[in-house]
Structures are given as structure tokens and as C-alpha cells.
Antibody
Framework: EVQLVQSGAEVKKPGESLKISCMGS????????ISWVRQMPGKGLEWMGR????????TYSPSFQGHVTISADKSISTAYLQWSSLKASDTAIYYC????????????WGQGTLVTVSS | DIQMTQSPSSVSASVGDRVTITCRAS??????LAWYQQKPGKAPKLLIY???SLQSGVPSRFSGSASGTDFTLTISSLQPEDFATYYC?????????FGPGTKVDIK
């Protein structure tokens, strides 16, 4: 079964750093792109960016470029999303999702990681 | 960026009803469109890709169609498990963008 399993919920203070993870299983991890999608409380879905785990090439949405960093370690089938200085407005659920070669729809999705940033 | 709009924003329906949700792209995206279902507290689930292809395991009461920059998701006979929020997503160009969602709730 193809599966993406994300790290657990986090509670952080403004200004702190954070790195959350997404581990793939049931398929060849380096053969598919991994995207990150944000969902703010009670809101819709926003694509943040993606990474090709085979060479760590990344594509970012202009809305998120410079605010987050996407990385991957193909040796452990894991992608990451990180912040160097969190803000309260980063409070959201973050999903990772797989896209296949030649298309950009998302399947499957990870279960989501809730990030809460509060002083 | 390609803007995606959806209508209606919400719909109240009964079990057995036919429900139609429309998504419009701000520019041509060919058939590069997907539909997702999201239930409260859960991750989205892919229903339809390439505008009209049914994802494996998804019930056949779900269907998708396209006409120019307008796309439609139809649920032919609404079931209790279908009450959820539905999102369209354009997969034509970066940044990838989603519609604002349509909530289907119980009448």
C-alpha cells in the first residue's frame, strides 16, 4: 500500500524554528515528486511547493518562496518542510502529497501535521 | 497565477439527490483538472483526475466533465458518506492552485 506518514503535531513559539517530516512507503520514493499543501484553520488548500527526491530539485509557490524550505533524504524515503522563524500566521495543518511523473494531481496524501504557533 | 472559482460555495442536499458542482479556471488548462473530497479532520482524497477520469476505488456515482474552462463534478445519487467539502485543482501550470471549496451538507 502506498502511504505517506507525517510527523506529529507541534506547538511552537513565534521566532522558533521547526522541521516536519513526511515518510513514504510502498513505492519507490525517488520516482515521484512530493508536494506540501497548507490548510489554515477553517480555510481551503494552498500549494506551497514540491521536491523531486531523486535530486532534491524544488519548485516553490511565489507565496511561500523564502518563507519555508523543502528538502528530502531519499535514503530514508523522507521529505521535510522547515521554517527558520515561525510566525503566528503559520498556524495551520500541513499536508504532504505525492504527484506522479507527467501530472500534478495529488495522491495519496499524508494524514497532516498540525502546527500551532502561539506565545 | 491561474485562479479557480467554484460554485456554489455550499449546497444542502438529501440522500439520493443529484448534486452538481462547477469549477471555472481563469484561463485554459486543457484537461489538467482534479477533484478532491475532504471530510472534517481528514486529508483530502483524490476523486477525479484529468477532468473526467475516475480514480481507482472511487464509486461510479462520481463523475467529472469539462467544457472549455468550465468543469463539473456530479454526484449522481448522494450517499450519507458523501457529505464533505469538495475542491477542484488545476494541474496545468505552477503555482498549482485550488478552488475555494464547495461544502455539501445535509438538508
Amino acid at each position: 500500500e502506498v502511504q505517506l506518514v507525517q510527523s506529529g503535531a507541534e506547538v511552537k513559539k513565534p521566532g522558533e524554528s521547526l522541521k516536519i517530516s513526511c515518510m513514504g512507503s510502498g513505492y519507490t520514493f525517488s520516482s515521484y515528486w512530493i508536494s506540501w499543501v497548507r490548510q489554515m484553520p477553517g480555510k481551503g488548500l494552498e500549494w506551497m511547493g514540491r521536491i523531486d527526491p531523486s535530486d532534491s530539485y524544488t519548485t516553490y509557490s511565489p507565496s511561500f518562496q523564502g518563507h519555508v524550505t523543502i528538502s528530502a533524504d531519499k535514503s530514508i524515503s523522507t521529505a521535510y518542510l522547515q521554517w527558520s522563524s515561525l510566525k503566528a500566521s503559520d498556524t495551520a495543518i500541513y499536508y504532504c502529497a505525492r504527484t506522479g511523473s507527467g501530472h500534478n494531481w495529488f495522491d495519496p496524501w499524508g494524514q497532516g501535521t498540525l502546527v500551532t504557533v502561539s506565545s | 497565477d491561474i485562479q479557480m472559482t467554484q460554485s456554489p460555495s455550499s449546497v444542502s442536499a438529501s440522500v439520493g439527490d443529484r448534486v452538481t458542482i462547477t469549477c471555472r479556471a481563469s484561463q485554459g488548462i486543457s484537461s489538467w483538472l482534479a477533484w478532491y473530497q475532504q471530510k472534517p479532520g481528514k486529508a483530502p482524497k483524490l476523486l477525479i483526475y484529468a477532468a473526467s477520469s475516475l480514480q481507482s476505488g472511487v464509486p461510479s456515482r462520481f463523475s467529472g466533465s469539462a467544457s472549455g474552462t468550465d468543469f463539473t463534478l456530479t454526484i449522481s445519487s448522494l450517499q450519507p458518506e458523501d457529505f464533505a467539502t469538495y475542491y477542484c485543482q488545476q494541474a496545468n501550470s505552477f503555482p498549482l492552485t485550488f478552488g475555494p471549496g464547495t461544502k455539501v451538507d445535509i438538508k
